[in-house]
């Protein structure tokens, strides 16, 4: 059973900057290699899609709506994601998912199927 622990969320003020981790179970990345992500949650709202990327790192894949402020990125090493927030905004406020599963089109797809493995999240708080 692979577990994903988030941290790194917080209270940061707009055009602040946050760094989420996302550790997982010990010799998953080379036991299970897996395409990891991030999802957000905001109150009354879905959860949607923030960035992805894929096994090696190569490949990195973002929401329009984080593209060029959020950099996502892997440590196979140490097992454990990253995603580097900047230039923070109010409505970037959410609880932050980690994900990992087989594909980047799996994990696109999000709570509609395809997510093998879910974080419990993080809270991430922009205020104005």
């Known amino acids: 059973q692979v577990q994903l622990v988030e941290s790194g969320g917080g209270l940061v003020q707009a055009g602040g900057s946050l760094r989420l981790s996302c550790a997982a179970s010990?010799?998953?990345?080379?036991?299970?290699?897996?395409?990891m992500g991030w999802f957000r949650q905001a109150p009354g709202k879905e959860r949607e899609f923030v960035a992805a990327?894929?096994?090696?790192?190569?490949?990195?894949y973002y929401a329009d709506s984080v593209k060029g402020r959020f950099t996502i990125s892997r440590d196979n090493a140490k097992n454990t994601v990253y995603l580097q927030m900047n230039s923070l905004k109010p409505e970037d406020t959410a609880v932050y998912y980690c994900?990992?599963?087989?594909?980047?089109?799996?994990?696109?797809?999000?709570?509609?199927?395809?997510?093998?493995?879910w974080g419990q999240g993080t809270q991430v708080t922009v205020s104005s």
């Open positions: 994900a990992a599963a087989r594909s980047v089109p799996d994990l696109r797809r999000g709570v509609a199927g395809g997510v093998d493995y």
């Open positions: 990327i894929t096994q090696s790192g190569l490949g990195t």
């Open positions: 010990a010799g998953t990345f080379s036991n299970y290699p897996m395409v």
